[in-house]
């Protein structure tokens, strides 16, 4: 089982978005899938509790529940071959636990500076654990001169995914349906976005490659 956490100690940037629509993803494209909830907020498990379909499946255990994550992981290992955590947005015991059991971290960020400056800790965590990770830019305005610049400027500390995903309605309507925007409007600009992240993490979590250093 691969496990992707996403990561970043600052809330409003788009982990649980990501965490729902790349469950979906997964799932489409032949994955067995667990979600897993390590927020209080329990956004990715009310957006569970709103849908029909009974994939992915969702785990919620919450922020302060450290000694579950492990455990559930283990068990969940000859069930799913992907597990997804999403994670708070503090530095928490459970965060640190995410980080050391995925084989990826996703760390998302909008291209802002206040954001810029807040990703620094995760980024230090990320680096003292020698933990593999990629940056995620979300919540992108299209055709935006900010965020290519701060593309460029990840690419200089470490892995940045492809492609940045732009602030559009499909990811609340789909989210308000209880769908990933996969599902929900599968044309759309959001899906392919969402489709053409789900297979970049796939080629990194498969091939293992190695993360450049700061």
């Known amino acids: 089982m691969r496990t992707i956490a996403l990561i970043a100690q600052k809330g409003g940037v788009g982990k649980s978005t990501l965490a729902i629509n790349l469950a979906v993803a997964a799932v489409q494209a032949g994955e067995t899938v667990i979600g897993i909830d390590t927020d209080q907020q329990g956004t990715l498990a009310a957006w569970a509790a709103s849908r029909s379909a009974t994939t992915p499946a969702i785990a919620h255990i919450g922020s302060r529940e450290i000694t579950n994550l492990g455990p559930l992981l283990a068990s969940a290992r000859d069930r799913y071959s992907i597990a997804i955590i999403d994670t708070a947005g503090t530095d928490s015991p459970v965060t640190h636990a995410a980080m050391s059991a995925a084989d990826l971290c996703l760390v998302?960020?909008?291209?802002?500076?206040?954001?810029?400056?807040?990703?620094?800790?995760?980024?230090?965590?990320?680096?003292?654990?020698?933990r593999r990770f990629g940056f995620v830019l979300s919540q992108c305005p299209s055709h935006n001169a900010r965020a290519r610049e701060m593309a460029a400027g990840l690419t200089s500390i470490g892995l940045l995914a492809e492609p940045m995903i732009c602030t559009r309605a499909d990811y609340q309507d789909g989210y308000a349906?209880?769908?990933?925007?996969?599902?929900?409007?599968?044309?759309?600009?959001?899906?392919?976005?969402?489709?053409?992240?789900?297979?970049?993490i796939a080629r990194q979590t498969t091939h293992q490659p190695e993360v450049a250093a700061a």
């Open 108 to 130: 998302p960020l909008r291209p802002t500076r206040p954001d810029g400056i807040a990703v620094r800790p995760t980024v230090e965590a990320l680096m003292i654990g020698k």
């Open 177 to 200: 349906a209880g769908q990933g925007v996969t599902e929900y409007a599968p044309d759309g600009k959001a899906a392919a976005e969402i489709r053409q992240l789900w297979d970049w």
